[in-house]
Structures are given as structure tokens and as C-alpha cells.
């Protein structure tokens, strides 16, 4: 079966530039989350989805950040007027119910963003 | 808050040698525990995962690790590495009730013949 896909895989944009990058979770799973993971860094967290709804978006860095999900399939985070700190490679993963330990988060292969 | 320290940014070793990446972490709570494997270019993969019981864990590609409360440790290990295990291994907790995962630095191993 298909894990998550995303797109695009990479994208190269000037500064000031809105970009939205996209993600398709598993089928079936329900939560949904993405991650920014910069050179060298480890993932940090931005959104969580449980369904359409983001209980938890404590990780998006500022207001320029935003993210959207239909119903329990598509999701897409939305940069607007980047800056050259958004360069990063953004990962979305999905798991079933709440991505508790005995449900495990499973990962694209990610968008690597460049800010020129 | 949770916290994940991982000291070594890079291990590099030879292969058919064993191996350690250490991982420490910081929690007032309980937590579940990951390890996930990041190739060149991919997303990352899990490893294995600590829920409960036995404090040894066994995981994909030969790799296990050991869950240590006390010293709130869970260093993974493999007694003989290969080339293909080249990559950055990324260390996780997960306080149980919540969500987020929270990821150490990473470090990535290199393998040589």
C-alpha cells in the first residue's frame, strides 16, 4: 500500500514568496502531523490534525505559518512571505487514532525547501 | 517538558564492527521511547520503540536498544554494522498522553569498509 506521499519534493522559491507544500497521509489513519527538520537539527514539531481539527498547533513558528486539513485526507502547510530561516526540509507523517506509542507515526520522504 | 540528548553528532566505524549511539532523555512524566533511521534524501523509519515490559527492545536491521530508568538512557546497539546502515538515527520520546513526538539532534553513523 502507498505510505505518505508528498509533494512537492523539492522547491526552490525567492524570498517574500508564499509557498504550500502538501501532504497525503495513509489511507485510513486519522492523525496527522509535520515537522520541520533544518540542516543539521533535529524534527521539530509544528501541527498536529486529529481529523480536520488541530488540537495542537504550539510548534508553528509564527503567524506566517498555516495549515490545513480536509476532512481525514489532505493536508497543506502554508508559508507565506518566506524568509531565508524557512529553508528547511518539512516532513509530514500520519498514524492511526492519536499516534500513541502502540500507534506509530509513520513519515514521507519529505519537501526540501530552499529560500533564495 | 521532555528533552532528548544525543551526544554524538557523528560515529564513525568500520564495518562488521559493533556499534552504540547513545541517547539520554529528560521527563517528568512516563514516556514511550523510538528510534528512527533517516537514509539520504527519505523520510525517517522506525526502528524500534519502547512501550512497557521488557526493558530490551529488539528492532528491524539487527539493531536493539535498551530502555534504562534509572539512568534515563536508551542507547542503541549492533554487534556487527554494514555499509547499507550508513544514515542519521534520530532518538525520540513520546510522553504518554500526548502526541507530540520530541527528537534529539540526531547522529548520523558512517559506516566504512
Given at each position: 500500500g502507498a505510505g505518505v506521499s508528498q509533494s512537492p519534493s523539492n522547491k526552490v522559491t525567492e524570498k517574500g514568496k508564499d509557498v504550500e507544500l502538501r501532504c497525503d497521509p495513509i489511507s485510513g489513519h486519522t492523525a496527522l502531523y509535520w515537522?520541520?527538520?533544518?540542516?543539521?537539527?533535529?524534527?521539530?514539531?509544528?501541527i498536529y490534525f486529529q481529523g480536520n481539527s488541530a488540537p495542537d498547533k504550539s510548534g508553528l513558528p509564527s503567524d506566517r505559518f498555516s495549515a490545513e486539513r480536509t476532512g481525514e485526507s489532505v493536508s497543506t502547510l502554508t508559508i507565506q512571505?518566506?524568509?531565508?530561516?524557512?529553508s528547511a526540509v518539512y516532513l509530514c507523517a500520519s498514524s492511526l487514532a492519536g499516534g500513541s506509542g502502540n500507534q506509530p507515526q509513520?513519515?514521507?520522504d519529505g519537501t526540501?525547501?530552499?529560500?533564495? | 517538558a521532555q528533552s532528548v540528548t544525543q551526544l554524538d553528532s557523528q560515529v564513525p566505524v568500520f564495518e562488521e564492527a559493533p556499534v552504540e549511539l547513545r541517547c539520554n532523555y529528560s521527563s517528568s512524566v512516563s514516556v514511550y521511547l523510538f528510534w528512527y533511521v533517516q537514509y539520504p534524501n527519505q523520510g525517517l523509519q522506525l526502528l524500534l520503540k519502547y512501550l512497557s515490559g521488557s526493558t530490551l527492545v529488539k528492532g528491524i536491521n539487527g539493531f536493539e536498544a535498551e530502555f534504562n530508568k534509572s539512568q534515563t538512557s536508551f542507547h542503541l546497539r549492533k554487534p556487527s554494522v554494514h555499509i547499507s546502515d550508513t544514515a542519521e538515527y534520530f532518538c525520540a520520546v513520546l510522553n504518554t498522553g500526548f502526541q507530540k513526538l520530541v527528537f534529539g539532534t540526531g547522529t548520523r553513523l558512517l559506516v566504512s569498509p
Open positions: 515537522y520541520r527538520q533544518r540542516l543539521g537539527q533535529g524534527l521539530e514539531f509544528l512571505r518566506t524568509q531565508q530561516e524557512d509513520h513519515f514521507g526540501r525547501l530552499s529560500i533564495l | -
